[in-house]
């Protein structure tokens, strides 16, 4: 079963453009939300996190929206660059000892120049 | 400095063989992981220790053995290599269970 949920596998932008990623979890206890990016050949990199006490938090072009009410979380990056283009995985996990990431299946986004 | 290293990149065997894969880090972390991305893309834990200790064993084969000699260090053994085990796997390491990972670049294994 898929606790956390990225239901498009692709988005394309224009370069200077919102992108906005999606993602959906289905385990109300999950204590923290991470969004990791990932190039061709190379493993994840954590991007930006948020705890499910906060609904946003902001780092440079990048935000996450946390709404606990839809289990619902987005990352949104503005304006987007043509380096942003990778794959993005949304993880997420519990707070305490011998806990683990649980990821979706990741998104592909693409920004054109 | 790479934080968490793994060799091999790629790795190709025949089925029914013996493989290993090493993972280091040099983060001072206390969590080593291993991941499996599959064909389908997911990322999922098969492993976890904390300063050597077994502490996540997900539903993986036997032929699958973690070792980890100290806490910078978790190698994989696979017994008997099977078409399916064919999959990119990750290690990871964090401070923190759960949260904060640093992945290696991964391993691309290939069953023929």
């Known amino acids: 079963d898929q606790q956390v949920k990225q239901n498009s596998p692709s988005l394309s932008v224009q370069e200077g453009r919102i992108s906005i990623l999606n993602c959906d979890y289905t385990?109300?206890?999950?204590?923290?939300f991470l969004w990791y990016k990932k190039y061709p050949a190379e493993g994840p990199t954590f991007l930006i996190s948020i705890s499910s006490i906060k609904d946003k938090n902001e780092d440079g072009r990048f935000t996450v929206f946390l709404n606990k009410s839809a289990k619902h979380l987005s990352l949104h990056i503005v304006p987007s660059q043509p380096g942003d283009s990778a794959v993005y995985f949304c993880a997420a996990s519990f707070a305490g000892a011998n806990s683990k990431l649980t990821f979706g299946k990741g998104i592909t986004l693409s920004v054109r120049p | 400095d790479t934080a968490v290293s793994q060799t091999p990149k790629y790795l190709v065997t025949q089925m029914g063989n013996d493989k290993s894969i090493k993972c280091e880090q040099n983060?001072?972390?206390?969590?080593m992981y291993w991941y499996k991305q599959d064909s389908k893309k997911f990322l999922k834990i098969m492993f976890s220790y904390n300063n050597k200790e077994l502490i996540i064993n997900e539903t993986v084969p036997n032929r699958f053995s973690p070792k980890s000699p100290d806490k910078a260090h978790l190698n994989l053994h696979i017994n008997s290599l099977e078409l399916g085990d064919s999959a990119v796997y990750f290690c990871a390491s964090s401070q923190e269970t759960g949260y904060g990972y640093t992945f290696g670049s991964g391993t691309r294994l290939t069953v023929v």
């Open positions: 983060l001072g972390h206390d969590t």
């Open positions: 385990n109300s206890m999950f204590d923290y």
